[in-house]
């Protein structure tokens, strides 16, 4: 098989693995929605689903990162989510407060990827630069969102499974984060965006 053919079949088959992820996801939280009337996990789906859609609708580049740790790390923060699962633990705060945090990761997530567009991408890549909305105050916002969904949706289902998966997917996510500014540091463009947003994912903190 051709270097290209395989490019392309491993390209189709990491979209058929998110679609597929996305469907176990949706089963649990729409379930868990329908039986408790949480709403917590339906923001998280929301803020999945958008992975979904711009994974399948990415613009292609030829600069990427095709290393095995760069594959882990991606396969690890994206696959994480999807195994999050709701369940009837107590909640540590009222639904209420955690969907509302989560609500504020949303909206972070969806401008920021609206802000993206096409850029968007799961392995860490070069699509091009992009230097307004979020990302006047941080160079990862997409990120930061997923992060307080991600402990949102802990915090409304407090197992141990559902923070070992956060755990490692977070890690490895935050690690992505740092992979791609490597990839883009050769960009002269992201030098410049670099010297005027210094903060990775939360302003003042990191």
Known sequence: MSPLNRERLSDLFARVVVGSLFTMLSINLLVDFMRTGRVTGLLLLVSESLVVVL?????????????ASAAIMTALSLVGPALLRANDAAALVPDAITAMLAAVGLFIVVV?????????????????????????FVRHPIYTGYLITHLMFLVAHPTPWNASVI?????????????????????????SYCRRVGWHLVPGVF
């Open 112 to 136: 920021g990827k609206i802000t993206l567009g096409r850029s968007f991408g799961v392995a860490p890549a070069n699509r091009g630069v992009v230097v307004r909305g979020p990302y006047t």
């Open 55 to 67: 994974t399948i609708a990415r613009r292609r580049t030829q600069i990427v990162d095709r290393s």
């Open 167 to 191: 755990l490692v997917s977070d890690v490895a996510l935050i690690l992505r984060a740092l992979r791609e500014e490597r990839i883009l540091s050769g960009d002269v463009a992201y030098q």
